[in-house]
């Protein structure tokens, strides 16, 4: 017995005195011994012990000490993860004598959190890993998390605000640790918690994290922002999703999904096996007992002989482990017939708690569930008897039920240690009836948090850039826990297992059974000189294998060949890229393009050119447009496009894009509408001829297997009154629509606009509201028409705008604020006579953005990489020094691109009829998934550009600068529909 008191009072010293991990923790042989003689124990029993189990002599064993003390303490030491090894100890007999006489735990607040640091390599090589891809999905997001405020958390949330997110943290009363939440503090982290607040005070808390910044994630422990959330959403809520921490949450968050009432995604943490195998089966279990024994000591514990647990789950098992090797004996309870079969199967005694609970002196709910150990079990508990909580979940002891009886008393002597008096009968209520580890203790040990803090940060990756993301509960895949496995044994020193050799599906031990390949779907294999998979680094002999229309791998072609032999090949002599993106056309003008190659002194002097082409052009019938769209959509397939946002006027252009089979957003334009017309009762007739033209695209997209989707395109605010665009773009929000605008084209939209920029438009667009204030000196029009839609409720991730050209920084900040993509013409605008874009400050600010040709009235072509050449020459002339110029822009012409039109981006919000108040809503539009790189899963939409340069570097510029007219094949879902003539390019 002394030997196990000896080994259990190391152990919970150490993890006292250190919060460092006991599970696979590797022990000197004389640690035990040199801990058992600072605690006063019998120093040779526990040597003696643990030096059997590092294989030392056994007869050297029976003399130190009594051997079946041995042999029971081996169990011990196997039950709590620890083991011996005297070649490569992480504790030797020095590091816990240091640990007991200047322990971390008693250290300032920063001295803990360097501390915890110095042992989380995961987070640290996941944010080596974000920095040196360049990556930037946490730049300047708004997150509110709800952790136990401690070293670890520190740790976690300081690393997200050095990677540039915006974090408000809080937690309840009971879980802050005050000179941690200082030291936050002082990094500028918005810190909402305190040691003294009430449970109404805790609330506020809460509130006043989910409204700090713009919201676009929720860490969540116990899905307590999760349900604040939903009772009373932040006004401008853009949430793209929540990611959870524990069991108890994960259930509730199951629950509001089967309720309807979970309008996001959520993604489950607690379930990647890198967290529940080692944070729940560890980590709390070990905590839970050690916590335990520090308050009521080791030999209390052990005297109190039975046990009973509720819930069999990840965190009972392990706690049930070890209370059996401490010698207790352990009866399970759990309703879950499945749970109860395992623990009896794992050799425990399974009984309904209100049975067992008659004879039980140690009783530990970790259930997650509320009103587990009800009133009537602990009235039927006997005198002594021990109670706590594993979990995270209120009242998981029924302690205010039972409190309100007569006969009962509660005395609250501390925080840690309650009694709780029923008649004659004394029960100790440990933690106030709140999980004992993280409100008495220290929490869940420093090396176990890394790896569940690192799931919390993959968790964050898959909401914030992974598209498409449906409302309710997601799991992390598989791969994800075996890359940050891999990061912690690298850390341990663990050499890697080679990979398991490639499964042949087609052996079988039945000698007269053969497999076939028939049925097999067809595989093709795009290779290429260089294949730019865009997030990542080009790759030199570089290929994309496709599969059923989406990308099943990349890599070199070599790699490729080898993996799939069965391929057919196609090669490409050039440069592969995604296919790429044009943001802003007008398809149904192709046909006027004498326009597009003359240049004009102004916008007026393009409109009287435009107009007088445009007015006698045959209406009805004879009406070219629907030929000079599809005219206009090879023009862009040629070019290496696979998707486009295109303005549509006229009935004959409305199925271009379908028909080619181009993705992207087909745009109803509507023009000369005010608010009188509204008044008079029009609006009913403008839904009408919007729905009717949703109908005709989504028919034929439907029929053609497009992924193209129609989309509002309220023309401009010079075009257009308030109230009419205000409607068309909550019509479009209502109808899981996409919306496209022109802002910022025309000098008179500027702020506050120049006398004598009107250029006589009012004549021929007939909004009287813009023309009547735009140029009376009122500050409200005087602000720029990002200020007025703004103010109308219009700026939202559901809206991309085209040119952008007379918008200041302000107008700018807030286009970034809302979500709202900008899709730049540099050529249309030269051609027609305007400003430049101030394409350096888009650039250096982080704007979201898009290049488009407009239409060729007003562009000299329709090749999306001319648009790009105009653009870098741009930037460069303004001043743009970094050296991210090409890479920058090959994202603007594919993944960018994608991300203004609309590529799975979650949406939140729309304006109401009565204030500009933004209502809680999931809008999921996803006209053009790809192109998302050449990643696994994406779209095959990709395209081949000639090059004749020989460096990554040198490639890239060469697309960028004079790619025009040089695609020489375009893929649209894995297939070829475009190849350029008189070119051998196919293998």
């Known amino acids: 017995m002394d030997s196990t008191v000896a080994v259990l009072e190391t152990l919970v010293g150490l993890a006292r005195s250190t919060n460092r991990s006991i599970a696979g923790a590797r022990f000197a042989p004389d640690c035990f011994a040199a801990a058992a003689a600072a605690t006063g124990a019998d120093s040779a029993n526990a040597c003696a012990v643990v030096s059997a189990g590092a294989g030392a002599d056994a007869a050297g064993v029976v003399a130190a000490a009594d051997a079946t003390d041995a042999a029971g303490m081996l169990p011990l030491l196997a039950a709590f993860g620890a083991r011996v090894d ?20 008693g250290r300032s607040g920063r001295e803990r959190i360097d501390y915890a640091r110095a042992h989380m390599p995961c987070l640290a090589a996941l944010a080596a890993q974000y920095r040196e891809a360049g990556e930037t999905w946490l730049d300047r997001v708004g997150i509110a998390a709800n952790l136990i405020i401690e070293p670890k958390t520190a740790v976690f949330v300081m690393l997200l605000h050095d990677l540039g997110a915006r974090i408000a943290l809080c937690c309840n009363a009971s879980a802050s640790d005050a000179a941690v939440i200082k030291e936050l503090s002082k990094e500028g982290i918005a810190v909402y918690a305190n040691r003294d607040n009430s449970p109404t005070e805790d609330l506020s808390c809460l509130h006043a994290a989910l409204g700090y910044s713009i919201l676009k994630a929720i860490i969540d422990d116990g899905a307590g922002l999760a349900r604040v959330f939903y009772q009373k959403p932040p006004r401008f809520e853009e949430l793209r999703g929540i990611c959870e921490e524990t069991t108890s949450g994960v259930k509730v968050l199951e629950d509001m999904a089967a309720a309807r009432v979970l309008k996001h995604p959520a993604v489950a943490v607690n379930d990647i096996p890198i967290k529940t195998d080692f944070d729940n089966v560890h980590g709390t279990a070990e905590t839970v007992l050690f916590t335990t024994m520090h308050l009521l000591g080791v030999k209390t514990v052990l005297g109190l002989r039975r046990a009973l647990l509720f819930g069999y789950g990840a965190v009972g098992r392990g706690i049930a482990k070890r209370l059996a090797a401490m010698g207790l004996a352990v009866t399970v309870s759990d309703p879950d017939p499945v749970a109860a079969l395992r623990a009896i199967h794992d050799g425990f005694s399974v009984q309904p708690g209100l049975t067992a609970a008659k004879d039980a002196m140690l009783v530990i709910s970790a259930s997650g569930e509320a009103d587990t150990v009800s009133a009537e079990i602990l009235a039927a508990l006997p005198d002594g008897a021990v109670v706590l909580s594993a979990g995270g979940t209120w009242q998981e002891i029924a302690l205010e039920e039972i409190r309100k009886s007569p006969d009962v008393r509660w005395d609250q002597r501390d925080l840690d240690r309650c009694r709780l008096n029923i008649g004659e009968k004394k029960l100790t209520v440990l933690s106030r009836g709140l999980g004992v580890n993280y409100t008495s203790g220290d929490g869940n040990a420093i090396e176990i948090m890394d790896l569940s803090f690192a799931g919390q940060f993959e968790g964050l990756r898959m909401v914030l850039t992974q598209e498409g993301l449906a409302p309710g509960v997601h799991r992390l895949p598989a791969e994800t826990a075996q890359r940050i496995a891999d990061i912690r044994l690298a850390a341990m020193g663990i050499p890697k297992e080679a990979p398991p050799r490639k499964r042949d599906w087609t052996r079988t031990r039945f000698s007269d059974i053969k497999a076939t390949s028939a049925g097999k779907p067809r595989v093709t294999l795009y290779s290429a000189d260089w294949a730019f998979p865009v997030r990542k680094a080009a790759i030199r002999e570089g290929a994309v294998l496709v599969k059923d229309g989406k990308i099943a791998a990349s890599g070199t072609r070599a790699e490729l060949r080898r993996r799939a032999p069965e391929a057919e090949e196609i090669h490409l002599p050039g440069a592969l890229l995604p296919g790429l993106v044009n943001g802003h056309t007008h398809l149904q003008y192709t046909g006027m393009a004498d326009l597009g190659q003359r240049t004009y002194k102004g916008m007026k002097d393009w409109a009287l050119a435009f107009n007088a082409v445009y007015d006698a052009i045959p209406k009805g019938e004879g009406a070219p447009w629907k030929a000079w ?77 497009s992924r193209a989707q129609a989309a509002m395109g309220p023309h401009a605010c010079y075009s257009l009154d308030a109230l009419p665009i205000q409607q068309l773009v909550k019509l479009a929000y209502r109808m899981d629509l996409r919306s496209h605008m022109h802002i910022g084209e025309a000098p008179m939209e500027a702020a506050p606009p120049a006398p004598g920029s009107e250029d006589g438009f009012g004549a021929r667009f007939g909004a009287s509201e813009f023309y009547k204030n735009q140029f009376s000196g009122d500050p409200y029009w005087a602000g720029g028409s990002v200020n007025r839609m703004e103010h109308w409720g219009v700026l939202g991730p559901w809206l991309h705008i085209a ?185």
Request: with cysteine; glycine share 10%; hydrophobic share 40%.
């Open 86 to 105: 005297a070649a490569r100890p992480d504790f030797t007999a020095a590091d816990i004598e240091a640990a007991l006489a200047d322990p971390p735990a």
């Open 629 to 705: 769209a599809e005219a206009g959509a090879q023009q862009l397939i040629r070019s290496g496009t696979t998707a486009a946002a295109d303005f549509i006027t006229d009935t004959g252009a409305f199925t271009a894009l379908v028909d080619a089979g181009l993705g992207g957003l087909a745009c109803l334009e509507f023009m000369g509408l005010t608010n009188k017309m509204y008044f008079d009762g029009e609006w009913e007739a403008w839904e009408k001829k919007f729905r009717a033209f949703v109908e005709i695209v989504r028919v034929a997209a439907e029929e053609a297997g």
């Open 803 to 987: 040119h952008g050209i007379y918008i200041d920084e302000n107008g700018r900040k807030e286009l970034r604020g809302r979500r709202v993509g900008v899709c730049l013409c540099p050529r249309s605008n030269a051609v027609i006579g305007l400003a430049e874009a101030p394409v350096r400050q888009y650039l250096q600010e982080g704007s979201l953005l898009a290049l488009g040709t407009d239409s060729l009235s007003s562009s000299p072509s329709l090749d999306i990489l001319a648009e790009a050449a105009a653009f870098v020459a741009l930037a460069k002339k303004q001043g743009y020094s970094r050296g991210n110029l090409h890479k920058r822009t090959l994202e603007i012409l594919t993944v960018d691109g994608a991300r203004c039109l609309g590529a799975g981006i979650p949406e939140v919000g729309y304006p109401t009829h009565d204030a500009w108040h933004y209502v809680n809503r999931l809008k999921s539009r996803n006209p053009h998934p790809a192109p998302l790189g050449l990643i696994r899963g994406a779209h095959a939409d990709l395209c081949c550009i000639r090059a004749e340069s020989h460096t990554e570097t040198d490639v890239l510029a060469e697309i960028c600068e004079d790619g025009a007219g040089k695609n020489i094949a375009t893929v649209i879902g894995g297939k070829p529909v475009y190849m350029a003539a008189g070119s051998d390019i196919i293998g």
